[in-house]
């Protein structure tokens, strides 16, 4: 979910036992929530026992935050080769980013972001999540903005806007999506409701998204 450069993807990850413990507790974390994870759980889940967790993590905290940060990392890469990168119209390019985030809230199983999960849980309790959070998600905004004010240089609005506040209301809208989503258990909210944002999109610019070849 965050901005990469090419340098940062050539790291090594980590080795393969501290991946398991991290993918295990990422999951735990996306479906339980981090109270309701613990310590022998992701033991279990990894195949690994407590002398194989310990020798990487201090503890649950330790963990969770390691994992909060793999997370992101493979949302970074995922992002980072998204077909969206290729578009050359800054404008349609922003519409596809909306087209990559509703076709993953529709494929993902979990239906939920471990980001999103880990501030509504901690953020006021754990001051470190809640700074890693609010870091996390202002690198996000931070790009789509830049995305919106190349839309706003190569298509002047009708209604002239601050790119980085409708940036962050696409976070808004995302997050929220989510949550709601979880409460119906319905995943075609958050599509539904990036529709509706994109129509919003579409009332700044004065102008409909143009059809693309072969839709």
Excluded: W
Aim: glycine residues 6%; aromatic residues 8%; positive net charge.
């Amino acid at each position: 979910m965050v901005k990469t450069t090419s340098k940062s993807l050539r790291r090594p990850g980590p080795p393969a036992a501290k991946r398991k413990l991290l993918d295990a507790t990422m999951a735990l974390m996306r479906k339980r929530g981090y109270a309701a994870t613990t310590v022998d759980e992701i033991c279990a889940a990894a195949k690994l026992t407590k002398g194989s967790f310990f020798h990487y993590f201090e503890g649950k905290e330790d963990i969770a935050g390691a994992a909060l940060d793999h997370y992101c990392a493979l949302r970074a890469k995922q992002m980072s080769r998204a077909a969206f990168h290729r578009q050359r119209d800054p404008l349609e390019r922003f519409h596809e980013v909306l087209d990559f985030f509703a076709s993953q809230a529709a494929s993902t199983r979990a239906n939920s972001c471990l980001l999103g999960n880990v501030a509504q849980e901690l953020a006021q309790t754990h001051p470190q999540f809640q700074r890693k959070c609010a870091d996390r998600f202002g690198q996000m905004i931070g790009m789509l903005a830049e995305i919106l004010k190349a839309a706003k240089v190569a298509h002047p609005p009708a209604f002239d806007f601050a790119a980085e506040g409708v940036a962050a209301l696409f976070v808004s809208v995302l997050q929220g999506s989510l949550i709601l989503s979880k409460a119906r258990r319905q995943k075609a909210v958050t599509k539904e409701n990036l529709e509706h944002y994109r129509r919003y999109i579409e009332s700044l610019f004065g102008r409909a998204r143009q059809p693309q070849a072969g839709a």
